[in-house]
């Protein structure tokens, strides 16, 4: 089973922007799409993001609509997301994860097979 291995994240004040990277073990995915979840403190682990595994059409949840971006460089097996215009109400641990499918109704990923480890993101007012 593919591994994937998060970093970036970490502590902006609110306007500020982050880059999360996940990196995979090997391009032997068991399905065809790789999103971005994220849980906050108390809630339940929501979807962000996804997109097709070497395709181009994203689909986001509408709070982050605009303001992060996904991409991906297949050459380097990586999954990358862009935060921009943070919020206080973005703060989470970020986890990606490889999926069987993507849509665009949350969680966007569909039954996720593999996760990143969590990264975390903290925006101050």
């Known amino acids: 089973q593919v591994q994937l291995v998060e970093s970036g994240g970490g502590s902006v004040q609110a306007g500020g922007s982050l880059r999360l990277s996940c990196v995979a073990s090997?391009?032997?995915?068991?399905?065809?799409?790789w999103g971005w979840f994220r849980q906050a403190a108390g809630k339940e682990r929501e979807g962000v993001t996804s997109?097709?595994?070497?395709?181009?059409?994203?689909y986001y949840a509408d709070d982050v609509k605009g303001r992060f971006t996904i991409s991906q460089d297949n050459a380097k097996n990586t999954l990358y997301l862009d935060l921009y215009a943070l919020k206080p109400e973005d703060t989470a641990m970020y986890y990606c994860a490889t999926c069987l499918y993507c849509s665009n109704h949350a969680p966007f990923c569909h039954q996720p097979s593999a996760w990143g480890q969590g990264a975390q993101v903290t925006v101050s007012s």
């Open positions: 997109q097709v595994i070497g395709g181009s059409v994203p």
């Open positions: 090997s391009n032997d995915y068991s399905g065809y799409c």
